[in-house]
Every structure is written in C-alpha cells, then in structure tokens.
C-alpha cells in the first residue's frame, strides 16, 4: 500500500507494524465460552485489546471470530471491550470494516471501545468522528464531541477513558474527563458494586514498565487518574497496548487495601511479546454478587487457555 506523501518517510515503521501475510483463523465450537456459576452470574463480558485492524479481508474475518466465538456462549455474554488500537493506520477504511463486523451483531451484545494511539496518532479528527458517530449509534447515547464516556449495563457502571487529542504513544486526558472519572466512579461505587475502566494506556511501573516498553505508559496525567481510581473500592481497569502475551505482567494490584486492580489485555491480531505469546488471547470477565473473576481466553480459535496468569479472582470488599 502507498502511503499519503506526508506520511511517506514512516514507511518503515508501517511496514513493521504489520504482518507480511495474514492467517485466518478456523473458529472452533468445541469449547464454548462458559461460566463458572451460570446460575449466580450478574453480569459478563469479553476483553480484547489491539485488533490492529488493517484494510484486509482476511483481518476482518478474523476479528469476527471473537464476535462469533462469544454468541457461542452457553449464556448470553452481555458486552465486548475493545481496549484501543482499532486500526493499525487510522484510515477510514479500517474503521469501515472494524464497524461493519459489529454492526453485525449489535442487537446480541454492546460494544465498549475506546482509541488508542495507532487510532489517534495521524489522523485523530476523522477517527474520533468515525469513532464517536458509531458509538452513539450502537448505545444509544450523545457524546457531545468527546471521546469518553459510561455507560451501565445491569446496574454495574463501565467508564471509558480516552486521548482528547494526537498522540504518539502516550494519552492526553483533560481535567474535565479527569473530574468526570471522579464523579462517574463515586456514583458506581456507591452502592458496593464493582466499576470498570477501560483506556487505551497502561499506568507508568506497572504491567513491566518502563522494561517492557520505554514510552508505554499513560503520560502525564497518569499520576492524577491513577490517585483518583484508589480512592474507591473494587475498581477494575482494563487496558492494552503493551502486547504483553499472558504472563506475569498481566495483573497489577494497583491498591490493595481498595481492591483496585489493573489487567494489561494481550494484542488480539499479532503475536505478542511474553509468556503465552498467541494472537486472539482476551479475558472473559464473570461478575458476581461477591466476586470478580477474569479468564484467559482465546477469541480467534474458541479456547480457554490454560496455564500460569489465565484466572484472576477477586473477592468484592465491603
């Protein structure tokens, strides 16, 4: 593919970022997504981070198998998290075919999406209008020109946090959605129930940073929304970005005596880079009256994946 003349002294990197051929992937319908207390269960939902997704046929089918994987649910799985990185170059084209797939199914589970810097970095005005326009259309809500937002599904609260301006890999989160997390987070919490926050970035020191990547973490705001998360209790955050894999540097107990808990989600379209390193590995999420529980799944074959960092219980604390 050419690349606007802009853009043309990044050509390298592009060609990096992206696979010289695509799989696709056979879905299998032998282990469907399951829960471990279906007659207790409150609320569930399938994260998956970094779809990545390029002007291909072949990604668009593949990123289908997570939608087709989760409507093979033994029960109804009520939502899909996509933390960022809808798009590999922020084209409209990407995000025609990443839309297209869901609209497919958007009377069977909600979408939560947020962008990520491969989304906000070049083309930021056209993505966050693609974006934002299909978000409303698909909750049913006004988002008034900003890129964040929440929403409550069976009375838990989900917030979705976002870069309100270009980036390159970091976010840039505003005082306003700064306050916003604060406001909507007393409300979703005041009840004891758990909330969850999804952005694209993960926190500086956590998930192996800087180690794993220099300029992975969140930016300059980190400091102010992290203090603002640990002042409530069982607070979730999902993020993605690193393309850790499944390893030890999925969980994060960001503050312990609060329950807050942060999961660094692998990259669904590529390979990732540590432990359990296969693409299409997310975490189904079981919320019950008394306990969360995340589990490694694979959403491009239809597999739980077993091994070391694939369940996560947390007990919910008063």
């Known amino acids: 593919m050419e690349l606007p003349f802009f853009l043309a002294k990044y050509q390298k990197q592009f060609r990096a970022m992206n696979p010289k051929y695509d799989v696709i992937y056979e879905l299998s319908a032998d282990d469907p997504v399951s829960f471990e207390n279906r007659q207790e269960i409150r609320f569930s939902f399938a994260a998956i981070a970094d779809t990545h997704l390029p002007n291909r046929e072949s990604a668009e089918k593949n990123l289908e198998n997570a939608f087709l994987d989760v409507m093979n649910s033994e029960d109804r799985v009520d939502a899909l998290f996509l933390a960022g990185d809808i798009a590999d170059y922020g084209f409209k084209s990407e995000y025609e075919r990443f839309f297209r797939v869901f609209h497919k199914y958007k009377n069977e589970l909600k979408l939560f999406v947020t962008m990520g810097n491969h989304d906000a970095r070049f083309f930021f005005r056209t993505a966050s209008k693609i974006v934002n326009a299909n978000i409303e259309k698909l909750l049913g809500i006004n988002l008034h020109g900003k890129t964040y937002y929440s929403y409550e599904i069976k009375g838990y609260k989900i917030i979705v946090l976002c870069t309100e301006k270009a980036v ?8 306003e959605q700064t306050s916003f997390l604060d406001s909507e987070l007393k409300k979703g919490t005041a009840e004891g129930k758990p909330c969850f926050v999804m952005c694209h970035q993960p926190f500086a020191f956590t998930h192996g940073l800087p180690e794993v990547w220099k300029t992975g973490d969140m930016g300059e705001q980190n400091d102010e929304v992290r203090a603002i998360m640990e002042k409530y209790k069982n607070v ?3 993020n993605g970005h690193l393309h850790g894999g499944v390893c030890d540097y999925v969980e994060e107990i960001l503050n312990k005596s609060n ?8 990259g669904y379209r590529k390979e990732n880079n540590f432990g359990i390193t296969d693409a299409g590995v997310g975490y189904m999420c079981e919320v019950y009256s008394d306990k969360v529980i995340f589990r490694a799944r694979n959403f491009l074959t239809g ?3 077993s091994g070391d960092y694939t369940r996560f219980e947390y007990i919910l604390i008063p």
């Open 259 to 266: 329950n807050v808990i942060s999961l660094s989600i692998p």
């Open 168 to 175: 390159l890999e970091k976010a840039y989160i505003s005082p």
């Open 236 to 238: 979730f955050y999902i």
């Open 303 to 305: 597999k739980y994946v």
